[in-house]
């Protein structure tokens, strides 16, 4: 039975990852698999494992967050246990397409049917209306629809989640995913005087928040406070039109995807107050964050709306969020043992090349770039994060791409680009589902390495540095589950146990090389051609809708009226000006269009030779096709 020194609390956190979605599903197949498989194993459920063996401690997980990608994926892993029977995909289907589980079916399949997704997304049919992004945005909305389908409708959510939900998931799971907006929530500091107090309109330092979260809260199916959270229940229009739109619009990556719009009628003002409150105080743990004084959003709009981009615009790893839910829940004095701890799932992880010399711009050209990558930057820097890292002592790991190059049996040191779906600005991984196959299965290889090896923790019974789960496990246990590292005379135990290992008869680090997805797949480069046509069309549409938005004058009355009469009498043309005027709108008449035509053709071309440069490096491009 679980306790609180016997149980360990787990926080998942799902990076940004556009087309690498794919990888993170794949992790996350494993890690239910083999939590599944464990309490399958402690109930006696699994033949031909010794019950000897099973250790009897229990890992929940309490809460899942994400940004874009990770954002859907913790929406869709959410799915998947509330459908209750796990059905993990442990090796390559002969037909990649066949149906398995929504998490493979939802990112490995993506859209593709007759037509494939990467061919998808150059259609021109999303155009008719306002040009809302570079890319055709209607397969994540196909995406969205498939994976959201739970098959039928149930009244009784409160006992459907008694008896489907997997027993490492909470039945209080908390779900966090994380938007931009851009249209701030204003925010005040108070600079008054106790004299300027009595004054109606005294200035103050105004700001915006941009950074949303929804905060969704399984609540064991029961309905939550709709001022303070959003519910989880996907049988429900009314509510999983909310999952629907939150997991969309954490994926509308800026530009490329299409950004999508929240107002009142999905999440009410009391819930942007309150999660506002949250955000900026760091704690989504308690409702209401203990702190001695409330936040005043005097400056609140009525009836707000705001166009909302992907979260990752200026956080790509909600890893605080979710960390201070397992806090505010678990976290016990610093001369204890923590019995939480935090996983990252990072398709993309951050390394800084420190060798790397610093190119100092030159000239306005340069700057402008470097000003923006500065501010997205500084928008995205975690300066709590980085302090809290010292004062919070629980357990942290990340799973990311690693793949070891093996060949004829010899060590060849790690795979520089392990991950196919990086390509392309991370959309690589629309091009092919053998791409996406191939990141799936290394999604769940890593994940296998890391709760094999990387998820341990310190076993030093002879100084007696015992964590309160691994205090009942038996020589046996530690025997079989045990891991060791270079240069360390300690032990360490999973916090996972890996009952795969019993199974097969292998020890820990025995598949550390083996990589299900043998090699990797490669692509014709054919297959891109026959889409010049298509990339061309899209440009070409792009830009006809771009020129025209751009010539077109609003009927908006002036609020400067004075202004405008002055500069129309000091700046008067006269008749030759205006005879200019008519032929220079002749002439950009004449030739707009073979000039969009040409830059339309230039771009498609940029962006296959784009593409066909990233797949030579990640070594996929099949140079015998014809």
Request: hydrophobic fraction near 35%; include cysteine; aromatic fraction near 12%.
């Amino acid at each position: 039975m679980p306790t609180s020194e016997n149980t360990f609390h787990l926080g998942l956190t799902m990076a940004g990852a556009v087309s690498a979605g794919c990888y993170t599903s794949g992790v996350i197949d494993y890690l239910f698999e083999v939590l599944d498989l464990w309490e399958k194993a402690k109930r006696g459920n699994v033949q031909g494992i010794d019950q000897n063996l099973v250790p009897k401690h229990n890992v929940i997980i309490d809460a899942m967050g994400g940004t874009s990608a990770g954002g859907m994926t913790t929406i869709i892993s959410t799915l998947y246990a509330l459908k209750g029977k796990l059905k993990p995909v442990k090796k390559i289907p002969e037909n990649p397409m066949e149906n398995q589980n929504v998490l493979y079916d939802s990112w490995v399949h993506l859209d593709d049917n007759e037509e494939k997704t990467f061919k998808k997304i150059w259609d021109v049919d999303d155009l008719d209306g306002e040009l809302t992004s570079l890319f055709n945005s209607k397969v994540i909305d196909a995406i969205a629809t498939k994976a959201l389908d739970m098959g039928g409708d149930v009244n009784d959510f409160e006992s459907y989640v008694s008896e489907n939900l997997p027993r490492f998931i909470s039945k209080d799971l908390e779900i966090l995913l994380s938007h931009t907006l851009l249209r701030g929530i204003p925010l005040s500091v108070d600079f008054k005087t106790e004299i300027a107090r009595r004054l109606k309109n005294s200035p103050m330092h105004n700001t915006f928040e941009h950074y949303l979260v929804s905060h969704f809260k399984l609540n064991s199916g029961n309905p939550v406070n709709e001022n303070s959270y959003l519910w989880f229940n996907p049988f429900k229009e009314k509510y999983s039109d909310k999952i629907k739109l939150s997991t969309i619009s954490t994926g509308a990556f800026p530009i490329g995807l299409a950004y999508r719009k929240f107002d009142n009628t999905q999440f009410s003002d009391e819930y942007i107050k309150s999660v506002t409150r949250r955000v900026i105080f760091g704690d989504f743990g308690s409702e209401n964050p203990d702190v001695n004084h409330d936040i005043e959003l005097n400056n609140y709009p009525e009836n707000y709306s705001s166009i909302s981009v992907d979260g990752g615009a200026i956080n790509n790893e909600p890893y605080r969020e979710v960390g201070s839910i397992l806090r505010s829940k678990f976290h016990k004095d610093e001369n204890e043992y923590q019995n939480y701890g935090l996983i990252m799932i990072d398709p993309f992880p951050d390394n800084d090349d420190i060798e790397r010399k610093y190119k100092e711009p030159k000239n306005l050209l340069k700057v402008v770039p470097a000003i923006i990558q500065t501010l997205w930057n500084q928008a995205k820097v975690k300066r709590k994060e980085m302090l809290e890292q010292y004062n919070h002592d629980f357990f942290k790991g990340v799973i990311y791409p690693i793949k070891h190059r093996i060949i004829n049996g010899e060590y060849k040191g790690r795979d520089k680009n392990p991950i196919i779906s990086a390509s392309f600005n991370a959309f690589g991984g629309f091009l092919d589902v053998n791409f996406r196959v191939h990141d799936f299965f290394l999604g769940r290889n890593n994940a296998r390495n890391f709760v094999q090896y990387f998820g341990c923790i310190p076993y030093d019974p002879d100084n007696g540095n015992v964590h309160p789960i691994h205090r009942e496990w038996t020589n046996e246990m530690v025997e079989k589950f045990k891991v060791s590292r270079r240069g360390d005379e300690r032990i360490f135990l999973p916090i996972i146990p890996d009952l795969n290992l019993l199974l097969e008869g292998k020890e820990p680090g025995d598949d550390k090389y083996n990589y299900t997805y043998k090699g990797k797949p490669k692509y014709n480069p054919s297959e891109l051609f026959k889409l010049k046509d298509n990339i061309y069309n899209r440009f070409k549409k792009v830009l006809d809708k771009g020129f025209d938005s751009f010539g077109e004058k609003t009927e908006e009355e002036s609020e400067t009226p004075i202004s405008d009469a002055l500069i129309r009498r000091e700046y008067r043309r006269n008749w030759f000006q205006r005879m200019g005027d008519n032929v220079k709108s002749w002439v950009v008449g004449k030739f707009k269009n073979p000039v969009k035509k040409a830059i339309a053709s230039m771009l498609s071309k940029f962006v296959i030779k784009s593409i066909l440069e990233d797949l030579e490096q990640m070594e996929v491009l099949d140079d015998k096709a014809n």
